[in-house]
């Protein structure tokens, strides 16, 4: 169910360089936040007429908290990111398929890439068997420290070489000889797609969460397609990020 | 007092209220059914639909801009034959009237279109001839007063609908394109569609959309859509559904009282899952507040 909700904001901090965390009380949003959906945040200052689509990165059932880690890219997530504690937000959630928790047989990979980090947290969290996290990040780590709380292993690669191993999230994996037998992923397009070919090559089963820009975000006006294959009679087809994702199945997207 | 009638008649359809969505901002009801009850509207204008499925343009297909927004989905559609498999049943379990927006790269399209829902239980045919995101997508016949009379003439000889012809904004006179409309058998008028537009990414020096151009819609572009309705009204003796950047109810008289019959809710569908509703109580509120009885009192009674 799809709620919209005036939600106080608890928190809004800058976490890294650009990067800002916002914490929101909001008991129907918990209820609903799975782990891959996502949020419309609506700005409201009658410029910035779109939602921003952000993924949910924990819920808090006991606290009743929702946490989103969002970077500012724009004028519009820059707009987000100057709102105060105790402020009021307009917010349309849970929206989007999430990931299937439980597809694999309990060994489990998970996958991110920089911003695409968030969304796996509140997934590790609820993931039963084993739990081997690998994390890509251009530099400045983000919630290395939460994932160690919940996963069995978590592995750590910067571009810069600031922070863990020097180079991309699938040379860390080589490097520790990743292997499971189910693979969730976010993160960046050109890794997402990196990942899905490692696991096809692989044999392992996997779930992919894709990022597009969108405009309504429940699947009306069709800007956020995705290319994806199958369909009678015809090569490809277009998917609604927001409503068919944004999680896919890893051998169900096509690459452009 | 009694409470204000917002009932329309248009070309001999009875409408319950004059609040319309946009078609291509509201699919066919089914996403925002969740949010508002479907039955309240006066009609779903729906996404448009071709004879055949078509794919649409490459992502990304919107750009945020001032006030508004630019799109390139570029008509995507399963085409005629899923549209009233899947989309009419659903729609006619609601207490509302169905507008079907009709897409096609040649006459002849537009016509098999048109005929194939001739049958159905559609209320009424609104031909698009004003997509500027298809080169095709009819906006050569939405710029060219002798194309839209032929095409208007055409499709009308295959429609037993009434047929409302919708307007492109992209043109240096709207009312010659209105007149030839009218001259062509076009029961309706709407308008106006997007106005062609363009954002560049200064960042990466590449436009924001993969198409290059797209069309503009909300807020930004209702002065020029009231200006075009209050034209068009003035020189034609069709019925007109406006829209352009409604956003309130307010905004909605406006149109009301620049000369149109019914008014239609587009992008504010995206900023608020609500927003036809909110649009329609507030029309409702404007008439309570200066008493008036009937849409027909302030229906391009402008002092």
């Known amino acids: 169910m799809k709620t919209m909700v005036k939600a106080s904001i608890i928190k809004n901090l800058e976490i890294a360089p650009g990067i800002y965390e916002m914490i929101l009380l909001s008991k129907e949003l918990v209820e609903t936040g799975f782990p891959g959906k996502f949020v419309n945040l609506y700005i409201e200052d009658g410029q910035h007429l779109l939602p921003r689509p952000i993924s949910i990165c924990e819920t808090d059932k006991n606290q009743q908290t929702l946490r989103l880690i969002y970077a500012v890219i724009g004028k519009g997530t820059k707009k987000l990111s100057i709102m105060k504690e105790k402020e009021e937000i307009k917010v349309l959630g849970s929206l989007g398929n999430g990931f299937s928790v439980g597809r694999g047989n309990g060994k489990n990979i998970v996958i991110g890439g920089g911003i695409g980090v968030p969304p796996l947290l509140e997934l590790v969290k609820q993931l039963e068997g084993s739990k081997t996290v690998y994390l890509g990040f251009r530099c400045n780590p983000i919630l290395v420290e939460d994932f160690k709380k919940y996963a069995d292993e978590v592995y750590v690669a910067t571009e810069d070489g600031s922070e863990g191993y020097k180079g991309n999230v699938l040379e860390l994996m080589e490097q520790h000889q990743a292997k499971g037998d189910m693979l969730y992923s976010c993160g960046p397009k050109p890794m997402l797609k990196a990942v899905a070919d490692w696991a096809k090559e692989n044999n392992i089963d996997g779930e992919l969460s894709l990022e597009e820009r969108m405009a309504c975000g429940i699947g009306a006006c069709l800007v956020c397609t995705c290319k994806t294959a199958e369909k009678e009679g015809e090569d490809w087809e277009y998917k609604r990020v927001c409503k068919d994702g944004p999680v896919f199945s890893r051998d169900e997207v096509i690459w452009g | 007092m009694i409470k204000p009638s917002l009932k329309i008649n248009i070309a001999g359809v009875e409408f319950k209220n ?18 508002v009850d479907l039955n309240k509207l006066g009609a779903v204008v729906v996404k448009g639909v071709s004879s055949v499925a078509w794919k649409g343009n490459p992502t990304p297909r919107v750009a945020e801009t001032y006030g508004g927004m630019l799109n390139s989905v570029g008509l995507q559609n399963p085409g005629v034959e899923e549209f009233v498999k899947k989309d009419i049943p659903f729609l006619k379990q609601y207490d509302t009237k169905i507008i079907v927006n009709i897409a096609g790269k040649t006459v002849e399209e ?16 609104e031909l698009n001839i004003s997509c500027p995101n298809v080169k095709e997508g009819g906006v050569c016949f939405g710029t060219d007063s002798q194309m839209a009379e032929y095409v208007t003439r055409e499709v009308k000889k295959y429609t037993k609908q009434p047929l409302i012809v919708k307007l492109s904004p992209n043109v240096t006179d709207i009312v010659e394109i209105a007149k030839a409309a009218e001259a062509g058998g076009a029961d309706v008028l709407s308008l106006i569609n997007t106005l062609t537009g363009m954002a560049i990414d200064i960042h990466k020096r590449k436009p924001v959309l993969a198409n290059i151009v797209g069309g503009l819609s909300g807020p930004a572009i209702k002065p020029v859509a009231v200006r075009m309705v209050y034209q068009v009204a003035h020189a034609v003796k069709l019925p007109i559904i406006g829209m352009g950047g409604i956003m309130l109810g307010e905004d909605a008289i406006e149109f009301i009282l620049a000369g149109a019959t019914a008014i239609a809710v587009g992008t504010a569908n995206f900023m608020n899952p609500r927003a036809t509703i909110d649009v329609l109580e507030g029309m409702e509120g404007y008439m309570k507040q200066y008493g008036y009885q009937e849409m027909k009192e302030i229906r391009g009674k402008l002092l």
């Not at chain 2, 537009?110 to 045919?125: F, G, H, T």
């Open chain 2, 18 to 35: 004059p609040v319309m969505t946009a078609s291509g901002t509201f699919g066919s009801g089914r996403e925002y059914g969740e949010f």
């Open chain 2, 110 to 125: 537009y016509c098999a279109v048109a005929e194939r829902l001739s049958s159905e239980a559609v209320d009424m045919i």
